[in-house]
């Protein structure tokens, strides 16, 4: 059999019955795996370790259509990031994909992902229910395809936008305020399932996502804002969620995520800060087992929790703000532009 050792450079079409390419098999781990000019082609991870992430090779050491191929054929999510850590894709479990690059000349580079989740299907007989809600309806109704309900109390306000939206940054959104009733306590927000908890982790792969903004910073007066699962729309902290949280006052008034179990608390400190006015998109993944939790802002993951996940207790999708400390009569807002959800079950 003939072997080449250099480079070959073919202009014709290239018939063949078969190929076989260089391949790396290992188990996934909790570290970052990354690439190189000479790392294989196909790389197939097994295993049941999380935390797996894979930063593709430097750009500026590669040409245009450089390509690897990720098969996850692990229990658990890989992130896959660019060389400057950018996210490109999160594969899981039975899924694979497939990174070309298309312009070079940085370290991050831009690259074209495919990401095919047939196999997933096939494999596992798994079957999806997603919904996404817009908020592109004049008031909630069945036109809800979540069927929100939204809830207030001591003055606080939840309502869907009226009118033309303020910018063209978004097409309707949810606006919740505190109210401006002098007291500590105004709460408005929206959640589902006409009320009901419903969701409990473990059930199949679960992902949320929001994307919200807040058009002024807590501090003067402090307000408190959460966003995912929760079990209670009462003011406090809810006895069981899956939830992002803001508060000047806490993490130097940086998103925190948080898994809370039985009023028993996992808690990811980020280092992402809100942001005044700025839209944001939060992110919660729950593995198909409810043994892990991913949270990711902006695309980016900023954290997992393995501990305190509810899955026994059951939630149900909510956003809300929320008065904290002192009496005020200062109205403060969450805005929520859209709600995605996904759930895929065996």
Known sequence: MANITDNQTIEGLVDTKSIRTQAAVQATAAVTTTLTAASEYVWLFTGTTAGQIIALTSATTISIGHRYEIHNNSSQPITVNDNAGGLLSTILQNQRGVFVLQVAGTAAGTWSTIKDDSGSASNTGIRAHEMFEEFFIPSLSDQDFFHFLDFAANGGTAVIESGA?????????????????????????????????????????????FRCRVPVLSGTPVYNIKLGLMDSNTIGTPTNGIFFTYTNGTNSGNWQAICRNASTSTTINSTTAVVANAWTKLEIQINTAGTLVTYLINGISVGTSTTNIPTTNAMRIMFRIEKQGSSTTTSRTLMTDSVYYRMERP
């Open 165 to 209: 939206p303020t910018d063209n940054s978004y097409l309707g959104s949810c606006n919740v305020t505190t109210g401006t009733t002098s007291n500590a306590t105004g709460v408005g927000g929206f959640e589902s399932s006409t009320g009901d908890n419903r969701i409990k982790a473990g059930g199949g792969e679960f992902t949320l996502e």
